[in-house]
């Protein structure tokens, strides 16, 4: 079964740090890139960033660039983030997902909450 | 970065027909770039529900049906069933180099 499973969410104080992984089974996970999705209380999706299948190339949005850091371990079938100096507005459920033909998400996780507040 | 616009709700009763439209710009919509569609229920995993603008993936009913028109897309529910309540949201890729979400539809059964 494909299958993405997201972890390592939390409760953060503002300024804080956590990582997020993304668990992929059941496909060939070194062949697709993959994306992080983000969705605040009562918003919709957000895009937050992608990475190419050998995590050559990286590509965020602009209010996470310098803090956030995608990166894979093909070896291990993981999806990470890295997020430094949290914002309360960083708090979502965050998603991760499987690219397909570079233009639409056709796997997700069930996603993994972070709350930034003090 | 920009986002496309969805009406916040829609609501029909069982066995109607209801239309989602999604308004992009020419940088993404209008750029012939294509548009999909996601459900979505709280506490689960997004789900795609139609890609390349007009395609159901397998398993998708065809009760759904999607089309695009210049800097617009629509998604049709036709036979509305209790199961289709929940949010709905379009995506596509912007010129710019990123992707883009609706800003999300509650459809509603009544």
């Known amino acids: 079964e494909v299958q993405l499973v997201e972890s390592g969410g939390g409760l953060v104080q503002p300024g804080g740090s956590l990582r997020l992984s993304c668990a992929a089974s059941g496909f060939t996970f070194s062949n697709y890139w993959m994306i992080w999705v983000r969705q605040a209380p009562g918003k919709g999706l957000e895009w937050v960033a992608n990475i190419k299948k050998d995590g050559s190339e990286t590509y965020y949005m602009d209010s996470v660039k310098g803090r956030f850091t995608i990166s894979r371990d093909n070896a291990k079938n993981l999806l990470y983030v890295e997020i430094n100096g949290l914002r309360v507005d960083d708090t979502a459920v965050y998603y991760c997902g499987r690219i397909n033909y570079y233009y639409y998400m056709d796997v997700w996780g069930k996603g993994t909450t972070v709350t930034v507040s003090s | ?110």
């Open chain 2, 1 to 110: 970065q920009s986002v496309l616009t969805q009406p916040p709700s829609v609501s029909g009763a069982p066995g109607q027909r209801v239309t989602i439209s999604c308004t992009g710009s020419s940088s993404n919509i209008g750029a012939r770039y294509d548009v999909h569609w996601y459900q979505h229920l709280p506490g689960t995993a997004p789900k795609l529900l139609i890609y390349d603008t007009t395609n159901r993936p397998s398993g998708v009913p065809d009760r759904f049906s999607a089309s695009k028109s210049g800097t617009s897309a629509f998604l049709a529910i036709t036979g509305l069933q209790a199961e289709d309540e929940a949010d709905y949201y379009c995506q596509s890729y912007d010129s710019g180099g990123f992707y883009v979400f609706g800003t999300g539809t509650k459809v509603t059964v009544l």
